[in-house]
């Protein structure tokens, strides 16, 4: 099972980008999928995450700003970023926690993270 990130770059602040992650491989069942966000010296935090029933849970502070969907059809989690802020630069990684063919439970799963910067 891969995860496959897409989308960063450099914005100014105040504008908007858009990340997509794919997951691929033997995947029976996709439970939570989501977005979390590292910078350089401290944990990584939750942006968002959606689950299998498509509640969506959002860091506080990306409510308002930041909005997640998924395409379950596609295995597929989205993060539109509106409204930018330079706080928000970090790297960004793709969560999921997949059941696989023949696995009798869930394992977590993360893409290689994504440079989002947000100049001021």
């Known amino acids: 099972v891969q995860l496959q990130a897409s989308g960063g770059g450099l914005v100014q602040a105040g504008g908007s980008l858009r990340l997509s992650c794919a997951a691929s491989?033997?995947?029976?069942?996709?439970?939570?999928m989501g977005w979390y966000r590292q910078v350089s010296g401290k944990q990584r935090e939750l942006v968002a995450r959606?689950?299998?029933?498509?509640?969506?849970n959002y860091a506080d502070s990306v409510k308002g700003r930041f909005v997640a969907s998924r395409e379950n059809a596609k295995n597929t989690v989205y993060l539109q970023m509106n409204s930018l802020k330079p706080e928000d630069t970090a790297a960004y990684y793709c969560?999921?926690?997949?059941?696989?063919?023949?696995?009798?439970?869930?394992?977590?799963?993360w893409g290689k993270g994504t440079l989002v910067t947000v100049s001021s």
């Open positions: 969560h999921a926690d997949i059941i696989r063919f023949g696995d009798p439970s869930s394992r977590d799963y």
């Open positions: 959606i689950t299998s029933g498509g509640t969506i």
């Open positions: 491989g033997s995947i029976r069942s996709i439970n939570a």
